[in-house]
């Protein structure tokens, strides 16, 4: 299987209005090429550092289906139960989103003035915008800035994101479980449960379960092909 990936992607993360295209660009093509994703979504199996990237998320389970470290690229596959990312969170990186099947309500808020980045209070990330992303639709997100989304089961997106260009991701305060927090959180021993809370490793019999539920939505070709 020609893995054209690897020789071909090229992302511009400093003008995230070329990042956005050029993503689009791989993505589109990698949606319609149902050979390499099958493909590419076996190989997590038996490359013990991308199935180290495997995931189950509280909204969500995710694979890296590749990635090239020395530019900072990863390509991974989520897919979402029909569990909400209900707290506004911005992200440690920027990144790319294509929806593959299903659908959701994208909550985009603005961070106002004086909370460009960092800790924030959900009075200091006022709604922006609502949208309704679907099968096709394809949105890039900067690293700083905030959103939520309301998915239905079975949505399934390829994610291209870029490097890290925060040390973590934030979450409304307001909104989340607190203990001990200071005015310095990072001297005062704050516990704080994030909004990733619940996230461990995913385990080879939900990998393999992931795989037959995307052949069953005819993303990938049937499992025993």
């Not at 400093?14 to 319609?32: G, M």
């Not at 209900?86 to 920027?94: A, F, G």
């Not at 929806?99 to 924030?120: K, N």
Request: glycine share 6%.
């Amino acid at each position: 299987m020609d893995n054209w990936l690897a020789r071909e992607v090229t992302i511009d993360w400093s003008d995230l209005r070329s990042a956005h295209r050029q993503c689009r660009s791989v993505l589109r093509r990698l949606a319609a090429d149902r050979g390499l994703l099958t493909a590419l979504v076996a190989g997590v199996r038996d490359d013990a550092a991308l199935f180290s990237d495997a995931d189950h998320h509280p909204v969500m389970d995710r694979l890296t289906l590749w990635r090239d470290d020395d530019r900072g690229i990863y390509l991974r596959l989520h897919m979402s139960p029909g569990t909400n990312e209900l707290i506004p969170h911005d992200h440690k990186y920027s990144f790319t989103s294509y929806i593959l099947s299903g659908s959701y309500t994208h909550v985009w808020r603005r961070r106002a003035e004086g909370a460009y980045a960092g800790d924030f209070t959900s009075d200091q990330a006022p709604l922006g915008l609502v949208t309704h992303e679907r099968a096709g639709s394809c949105y890039t997100l900067g690293y700083s800035l905030v959103h939520q989304t309301v998915m239905e089961a079975d949505t399934v997106t390829l994610f291209m994101r870029g490097p890290r260009e925060q040390r973590r991701s934030y979450a409304a305060l307001d909104m989340l479980d607190r203990q001990n927090v200071g005015a310095d959180s990072a001297s005062s021993g704050e516990v704080v449960k994030r909004h990733t809370e619940g996230a461990r490793s995913l385990r080879p019999d939900e990998y393999e379960e992931l795989r037959g539920r995307l052949a069953a939505l005819s993303l990938l070709a049937p499992v025993d092909e």
